[in-house]
């Protein structure tokens, strides 16, 4: 049995991992879930396994399951809510503001290469403004 | 309570105080910040008063607070005759420098931003140097570093301010850090952080291994601040602050904080021949650059700067040679070095404010213009070139006295008198030139302005200064003696030495060297044309400000290089390093440790149930992984991984756990559903093949370590907290239910932090969504128009029937949570659907009419609620939250526990009920936004 949470442990993560690497904010946000999932899991199993013991405090019960990460992993759970509906909502508000869906808020540019020695002394670089790149132009929205 | 068992840190918070009020006030009348900035200092003086008469009768006062016992910090203050000095300097001189700026600034400065930093530098300086505990002198001596930034760019619009400020912060800081280190070094080797303690083990820490080191760190911090060579140059680019800052800054206090330390580490760290090598040679070196540089400044602030730095060099140069007389020496250099150079910056204030300009080769003649100013600064400037019956001639000659005690056999010995004159030639080569070049020499050349006396006020500090100059001058036994004398005292901590501070020593060795230094240096002025041009053609560009600017400048391109090595702007990027570092690291503690792999403990049998259902797990995550584009599908099989996921819970004995996460579940995917409405239907594949083996591989190792990890834990047996909590639930928290009693009451004040994070993420979705600028899309990816008729005739009915029932489970679930599976959280969530669902089958605009959607009222509640209960049982004189429970008997639903917690758990019930509404609502409010329009460009 322990195996088999491990295995499921392990294919949330990977499946939480490689969908967080992905470009566009939606997959991040349910690999952002699966992780969730994952580590709520995780944490849950650190109280060892148990099956059939009661959760309630009785007088005949032999054993109990570890209380401790349970109440840990409720709050994780809604937490995890919280932060996935935050996450969501930002990459909302990303392609509001943006026009695009991408995590980076553009879409993939060529050449990112770092254009060096500008001769800026005492600031560093500022960001490259996204007009650049044609897109959410003020003009354009409409 | 008796104030005089807490003023020293009166004295010291008190100037901290006044820069708020002065802030304040200069709201209202600007020269009132003026007033309250040196009625302030008054205070702060006459507050220390009685601690100084103490002090004269050889007390040492320490008052002293338990602060942090555990890493040895007291909040703790000492007055001895060495911290009365420099009190005494720091608010005496504050003063006049009050008065002075009150003229000098002009009506467009603001009076109120300069005081109020004035009186945190000086609320800094007296807490570097009244702190009895080593790390709080650390925190008041980085105050001075901060403080000192922003006195220096007050004048923030001009560029030569804030990058002085900034060059200024940079070395002071950088210093501070050293200094740090070598306290801490300091503390450890002595066990305590207490002068009293560090004072009295100077011969346990000279003979400390770690001696070498702490002194090098601690001179370091040092030589910053007091701008020793080869860390000087930041002192003359300081210059561009407001001249009452420079008068203030470079000859009392900011600059002779460094000094202060080399006096108050004297007794424990001097004496050895590492001391006097590095702290005498770097002071010489000091003394030499200083007074050769000065004679070349055309700018009279830079000349008065370099004769700074050079000045410095000789105290510096005085506690190096490591003699008690020497320390003499250098205090009393200290003193008169204060009031000569006060009064010399403020002379150069009034110049540059009634002339326009601070250039010597055009402020020419002054002394027909403004004969009292002259009179002043050539007493002043006299004082400084070690004229005879002033004070500087006097600390001068008993400096030059040391420097022939200290030659000794060998040739660096006998160099020290001659070097010792040296300097002395030159420092009267640029005294005169700052008198002969200002005030004779022909007449003004191009003056922006005509030239006149300055304000009587303006004029009166620099009186005072030049009065004290030619008192101590002539009568050193009537005035300064007394305060050298406890200074000396506090200093050595110990018997002071004869000395003896008549005017008159007869013929000697130092008087012989005055002599040469007042020839030499009217001689070498006499040259001066040639030696200009010769500095100009050679010398000018060799300065160490270019090599901190290169160097400042390779650090900054080497910094942008490897931002942009690792942060391409990329969050993919950035997240391919984060995970990638983890799994390094993950992997390397699988490596390092020689446990093996897997425990003994008896595992569970596996059924067939369980096995098809944790099949059903993996093949769902993966599906929706592979299916990711579909992002539709993709995300009700993420629904089926979450359902699996609370089955899970149900199988290990977790019920509490398997109802939050089904509810959990079922907002998540309402919300994901709402918020695809507005992105691309389908994911674009823009992901090249590498990129996503890449990833895959990583993913893979990643999952790889999760498993094996988790695997490795749940093999082995181990202590819990468990039957603590179990044992206690009953008679500590009144419930049975052990999860929800842990939630409320064992770990309650966590759950507080949780449900702030909860109404804090609710607030600011509620932020992110005000005036977003989205637009609903007209029609579906595949060209089809979205269907009108929103509301299903069905759904509308069952959930308006349904909506007092599901309310009515909520309640249900709430009040038999704190002994049955249940409580605030899944209550709060079940009440939560009920709305949304209303909203869903209804539509938003008829259920905004019947429930209030506006829910930050709910939020507030919650946590009032939530925090009333903590505090209700501090009125009570229990801890915050500290729970109460009693027997109630109530019909039909039988006999219960009420407890005090249970008020807790309707504060968290409320906000989970206002955060999960609120989120949902104000997202689903968006798709109201008036006339569908075209979809955005970028849109696939």
Request: aromatic letters at 10%.
């Amino acid at each position: 049995m322990e195996l088999l949470i491990a295995l499921s442990i392990g294919v949330l993560v990977a499946c939480g991992v490689y969908l967080v690497l992905r470009a566009s904010t939606f997959p991040v946000v349910m690999g952002l879930t699966l992780l969730s999932y994952a580590t709520n899991l995780f944490l849950f199993a650190m109280g060892r396994l148990a099956i059939g013991v009661p959760a309630i405090v009785r007088p005949d019960a032999a054993g109990y399951a570890d209380p401790l990460p349970q109440a840990l992993v409720l709050t994780a759970i809604v937490i995890a809510f919280g932060m996935t509906a935050f996450a969501i909502v930002l990459a909302l508000k990303a392609r509001g503001e943006t026009g695009s869906d991408h995590v980076d808020g553009r879409t993939p540019h060529p050449n990112p290469s770092p254009s060096r020695g500008e001769g800026l002394r005492g600031s560093l670089a500022p960001p490259r403004p996204l007009r650049e790149r044609g897109l959410g132009g003020e003009g354009e929205s409409p | 309570m008796d104030v005089s068992t807490i003023n020293l840190p009166l004295a010291v918070l008190l100037p901290f105080v006044g820069a708020a009020v002065v802030a304040w006030a200069a709201h209202f009348h600007r020269v009132a910040a003026a007033w309250l900035a040196g009625i302030t200092t008054l205070l702060a003086l006459g507050v220390l008063y009685p601690a100084l008469i103490a002090v004269f009768a050889g007390e040492t006062l320490i008052q002293s607070w338990v602060w942090m016992p555990a890493i040895g910090l007291d909040f703790a203050f000492r007055l001895d005759g060495l911290g009365a000095l420099f009190a005494l300097m720091i608010l005496v001189i504050g003063l006049l420098v009050i008065l002075y700026a009150r003229y000098y600034l002009s009506a467009k400065d603001s009076m109120g931003r300069f005081f109020a930093y004035m009186l945190t530098f000086m609320g800094s300086m007296l807490g570097v140097v009244l702190s009895e505990n080593l790390l709080q002198l650390m925190v008041f001596w980085e105050l001075t570093s901060l403080s000192s930034f922003m006195l220096i760019s007050y004048w923030q619009h001009r560029e030569d301010a804030r990058q002085g400020a900034r060059m200024a912060l940079a070395i002071t800081g950088g210093g501070g850090l050293a200094l740090l280190a070598g306290i801490l070094l300091l503390g450890q080797m002595v066990g305590s952080y207490n002068l009293s303690d560090v004072l009295l083990a100077g011969e346990q820490i000279r003979a400390h291994a770690l001696y070498l080191p702490t002194l090098v760190l601690i001179a370091i911090g040092v030589f910053t601040k007091s701008a020793q060579f080869p860390f000087h140059f930041w002192l003359p680019n300081a210059m561009s602050a407001p001249t009452p800052v420079s008068a203030y800054l470079h000859s009392a206090t900011m600059v002779k904080a460094g000094i202060f330390l080399l006096a108050r580490f004297f007794p424990v760290l001097a004496g050895t021949p590492e001391w006097s090598w590095l702290i005498g040679t770097v002071g010489m070196i000091t003394l030499l650059v200083g007074a050769f540089v000065a004679l070349f400044q055309h700018d009279l602030k830079g000349l008065l700067a370099y004769s700074t730095i050079s000045h410095l060099g000789l105290i510096t140069l005085l506690f190096g040679l490591g003699t008690e007389l020497a320390a003499v020496a250098a205090l009393f250099h200290i003193i008169n070095h204060a009031t000569f150079k006060a009064s010399l910056f403020m002379v150069a204030g009034i110049i540059d404010h009634e002339t326009g300009t601070r250039d010597m080769r055009r402020i020419n003649g002054l002394l027909k213009y403004m004969p009292h100013t002259a009179v002043l600064a050539m007493i002043a400037a006299a004082a400084m070139a070690g004229v005879p019956l002033l004070n500087g001639f006097l600390s001068k000659e008993m400096f030059f006295d040391q420097a022939v005690v200290a030659s000794g056999e060998s040739l660096w010995g006998q160099a020290i008198p001659v070097m010792a004159t040296l300097a002395g030639v030159f420092s009267v080569a640029y005294s005169l030139r700052f008198i002969h070049d200002v005030f004779f020499n022909g007449e003004p050349v191009n003056l922006p302005k005509m030239p006149h006396e300055p304000p009587p006020f303006m004029r009166i500090p620099v009186d005072v200064l030049v009065v004290l100059c030619i008192a101590v001058g002539m009568l050193p036994m009537f005035t300064v003696a007394p305060l050298l004398a406890v200074a000396v005292q506090g200093t050595l901590q110990g018997v002071p030495p004869e000395y003896s501070l008549a005017i008159w020593h007869g013929f000697n060795e130092p008087l012989l060297m005055s002599f040469i230094a007042l020839v030499g240096g009217i001689a070498v002025y006499a040259v001066r044309k040639p030696l200009f041009a010769w500095y100009e053609s050679r010398v000018r560009g060799q300065q160490l400000r270019h090599l901190y600017d290169w160097k400042i400048d390779k650090l900054l391109q080497v910094a942008r290089g490897v931002t942009r090595g690792f942060d391409r702007g990329s969050l993919q990027d950035m997240l391919f390093w984060v995970l990638g570092f983890t799994l390094l690291m993950g992997t390397a503690g699988f490596l390092s440790s020689a446990a093996p792999l897997l425990g003994e403990r008896v595992l569970l049998p596996l059924d067939a149930v369980s096995l098809a259902v944790g099949a059903t797990l993996i093949l769902a995550s993966l599906l929706s992984v592979v299916l990711h584009r579909e992002r539709l599908i993709a995300l009700v099989v993420l629904g089926a991984v979450g359902l699996v996921v609370s089955l899970a819970f149900v199988k290990f004995s977790a019920p509490d756990l398997a109802l939050t996460q089904l509810s959990v579940e079922i907002v998540t995917i309402v919300l994901l559903m709402l918020a695809l409405y507005f992105l691309p239907q389908y994911t674009p594949r823009t992901s090249a093949v590498w990129r996503k083996w890449r990833d895959g591989i990583l993913a893979g190792l990643l999952g790889l370590g999760a498993a094996v990890l988790a695997l490795a834990v749940m093999t082995r047996e181990t202590a819990t907290l468990a039957d603590y909590f179990v044992t206690q639930s009953v008679p500590g928290g009144g419930g049975a239910n052990v999860v929800n009693v842990i939630l409320v009451d064992f770990r309650g004040f966590d759950t507080m932090g949780e449900i702030a994070v909860l109404a804090l993420a609710g607030l600011g979705i509620f932020a992110l969504l005000q005036q977003i600028k989205l637009y609903a899309p007209a029609e579906d990816s595949s060209g089809r128009a979205w269907a009108l008729e929103a509301n299903p005739f069905i759904l509308q009915t069952f959930s308006r029937v349904l909506f007092p029932l599901m309310l009515m489970v909520a309640v249900f679930v709430f009040l038999r949570g704190h002994n049955l599976p249940g409580g605030g959280f899944i209550a709060g969530l079940i009440a939560a659907l009920a709305i949304v669902l209303q909203n869903l089958a209804n539509g938003i605009g008829w259920t905004a009419q019947r429930i209030r959607s506006d829910m930050h009222s709910w939020l507030a509640a919650g946590l009032l609620v939530a925090a009333g209960t903590g505090m209700v049982a501090m009125a009570l004189g229990y801890p915050f939250l500290t729970s109460a429970h009693t027997h109630v008997h109530w019909p039909v639903v039988g006999d219960f526990e009420l407890a005090s917690a249970m008020f807790f758990d309707m504060g968290v019930f409320l906000v989970v009920v206002g955060a999960t509404v609120m989120i949902l609502v104000e997202l689903g409010k968006l798709n109201r936004l008036d006339a569908p329009t075209p979809v955005l460009q970028g849109e696939v």
